[in-house]
């Protein structure tokens, strides 16, 4: 985690010490998934909502653009004991993870940055991101790392690779701040991320065969593959065919977050622009002062 965090703190560093107008905070809120191990099958259905924390940089790049780097810190999980089909609930998987993300994005401000006398900012925003994540299990009472047993095979002669655990996202969100006194704003932010892998949950398409899984991956592999029979009061492994469905393999997984926002603003030149004064009507361009 502390790469992470140096790389998000040298992302941002050069946003505050130019800081034409711009503004260091922190978001506390919310992180949470959809997938293979959500209550249901719906789209929208998500799992348990976790305790995250986020630090960023803004900064104005015109009238109504402002650039964003965040550094975000939370977890995703997800069970089927908790969900809403018995089908479901009888597959019996779980996974818990940490998500680390740092991310780039672009706001739009409809009613102005910084460089405006505005109050209210409403904005939406998209951009890039570049997160880390690694699935665990709770497995007789000890977390463990699904991505290296390849449960889904990966790795075996005629499967996929493992997946990696560091990949791209594209943040998409809304949000609105509101300034409370010259320099200090309070907000919320609210923000998808599109992944593309359909592994944050170790869950995506087939069985393996659990003789199958065992001989090429071990036996952890093989008993965190198909976990059904320690629904069944001998705890025998249940015996599927290879290609039987595990997962959904047509829809990636999602990421998002949400939260409240508090931040500072530093000016770049004149720190009292608001006190009755109105914007230089830039459109434009790097703010300054008047």
């Known amino acids: 985690m502390n790469r992470y965090l140096l790389m998000c703190l040298a992302a941002m560093l050069p946003f505050i010490i130019s800081a034409q107008d711009a503004e260091f905070g922190l978001q506390f809120g919310a992180t949470g998934y959809t997938g293979d191990l959500t209550p249901n099958t719906n789209t929208l259905s998500t799992g348990k909502n976790h305790a995250a924390l986020s630090v960023f940089g803004r900064v104005d790049m015109n009238r109504f653009i402002a650039g964003r780097v965040n550094f975000t810190y939370g977890k995703i ?77 990966q790795g075996l002669t005629g499967f996929d690779e493992k997946y990696r655990l560091t990949q791209i996202s594209i943040p998409l969100g809304v949000g609105a701040r509101y300034r409370i006194t010259e320099r200090i ?10 992944t593309f892998t359909d592994y944050l949950d170790d869950v995506s398409g087939s069985y393996v065969n ?9 036996t952890l592999a093989a008993a965190l593959g198909n976990r059904q029979g320690e629904l069944n009061e001998t705890g025998e492994p249940v015996i599927v065919e290879t290609g039987a469905q595990r997962g959904n393999s047509l829809k990636n997984d999602w990421y998002y977050s ?9 000016f770049g030149k004149n720190p009292r622009r608001y006190k009755g004064r109105n914007p230089s009507g830039r459109e434009f361009g790097c703010p300054t002062g008047i």
């Open 77 to 153: 999980s997800g069970n089927d004991a908790d969900a809403e089909l018995a089908s479901l609930q009888s597959r019996n998987l779980s996974f818990q993870s940490t998500i680390v993300e740092l991310a780039a994005v672009g706001e739009f401000n409809p009613l102005g940055n910084n460089s405006t006398a505005a109050r209210l900012k409403p904005y939406v925003y998209g951009g890039v991101a570049l997160f880390h994540f690694n699935p665990e299990a709770n497995f007789a009472g000890q977390l463990i790392e699904l991505q290296p047993l390849g449960t889904e095979g």
């Open 258 to 266: 949400a939260g409240v926002t508090l931040s500072y603003s530093f």
């Open 210 to 218: 659990y003789n199958e899984l065992l001989a090429g991956n071990g």
């Open 185 to 194: 704003n309070l907000g919320f932010d609210i923000g998808l991320r599109k």
